[in-house]
């Protein structure tokens, strides 16, 4: 299955949005706004900001600020993978088939990019165009997704934690739930705020988040395995290499893949009262099940 068809449309809104957020490439500084453009241009598939503006859809024709919301989100997983491929983390040279941003613009550079594009994260949310009290429930929701607490900082640091060690069930279950479910469930969750959905569909779309952020983990794990550099863009074989804590290394390939349909099935449920209007997160949770990057 290649990328639903919507998806190209949504990924251009996407870009030009992204493209009006970040400052120029000259605008003094101009070597951090260099940083930050290399990375958020280097290719990514902006699955986040494509869920957030497809959750507000079902709510709402209105979706700009969806769009802006949506690239708030893409910061953030940037910042994440511009600091993960650092040495002190996964120490890597290759990402979205390119030089990693360390690689190119110096270590010290890649750690400022990284801050800078979290920090522009919540400016951008903070004027984004939705009324207040939904905007600060979507900061609020972005901020933990990207925290602590079972998020994505607090999963990164048991995936760092945990390498070489053996793990169970459980603390893998919190590594991938925290270091990538939560940031896809928020954008999800931040979609069906922007939209301005009712609070019982917000849980629900939260639920359905979930799941398919989980999944995504579980199938990047098996990617990690099954393809190659050139397909993924950046080095493949590195979790065994790194004795990661994976689905595949603890599993095998297909439980793990079974248990993605598992939660991909867990998710359709979440929007059967949705009808058509749910059309296309099904076809975005399939493809996120699929996908071979
Ligand atoms: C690939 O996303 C990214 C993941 C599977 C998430 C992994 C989680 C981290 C790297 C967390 C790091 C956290 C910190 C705090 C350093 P993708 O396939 O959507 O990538 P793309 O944007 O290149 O398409
Ligand atoms: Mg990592």
Redesign the pocket.
């Not at 997983?77 to 650092?86: F, G, K, Q």
């Given at each position: 299955m290649s990328q639903p068809d919507f998806f190209s449309a949504d990924q251009a809104v996407i870009e030009a949005t992204l493209e009006k957020l970040l400052p120029a490439e000259s605008t003094p500084p101009a070597t951090i706004h260099q940083a930050m453009r290399y990375s958020v241009f280097?290719?990514?598939?902006?699955?986040?900001p494509v869920l957030c503006y497809e959750s507000a859809r079902i709510f709402s024709q209105q979706l700009d600020a969806a769009a802006t919301v949506g690239c708030a989100l893409?910061f953030i997983?940037?910042?994440?993978?511009?600091?993960?491929?650092?040495p002190a983390?996964?120490n890597d040279d290759l990402?979205?088939g390119k030089p990693t941003c360390h690689k190119k613009f110096g270590v010290a550079m890649a750690i400022l990019a990284?801050d800078a594009l979290l920090t522009l994260s919540f400016e951008t949310l903070a004027n984004a165009n939705v009324p207040p009290d939904r905007r600060v429930r979507i900061i609020a929701e972005i901020g933990r997704a990207?925290g602590t607490v079972n998020g994505?900082?607090g999963?990164?640091v048991a995936?760092v934690q945990a390498e070489g060690k053996p793990v169970d069930a459980a603390a893998l279950e919190y590594i991938h739930r925290s270091?990538?479910a939560a940031?896809i469930r928020a954008s999800v969750v931040a979609g069906a705020l922007a939209g301005g959905a009712p609070d019982q569909d917000v849980a629900r779309l939260g639920r359905f988040g979930e799941a398919i952020g989980w999944a995504?983990?579980v199938v990047?794990d098996l990617l990690d395995v099954e393809e190659s550099s050139a397909a993924l863009?950046?080095t493949a074989g590195k979790d065994q290499a790194q004795k990661k804590a994976t689905y595949p290394a603890l599993f095998g390939i297909e439980k793990s893949r079974a248990f993605a349909q598992e939660l991909a099935a867990r998710a359709h449920r979440e929007l059967d009262c949705y009808g058509d209007r749910a059309a296309h997160l099904r076809q975005l949770a399939d493809y996120l099940v699929v996908?071979r990057?």
């Open positions: 280097a290719g990514g598939k902006r699955i986040r893409e997983h940037t910042y994440s993978l511009i600091h993960d491929d650092l983390l996964d990402r979205r990284g990207a994505m900082v999963g990164q995936d270091k990538t940031l995504f983990q990047d863009g950046k996908r990057a």
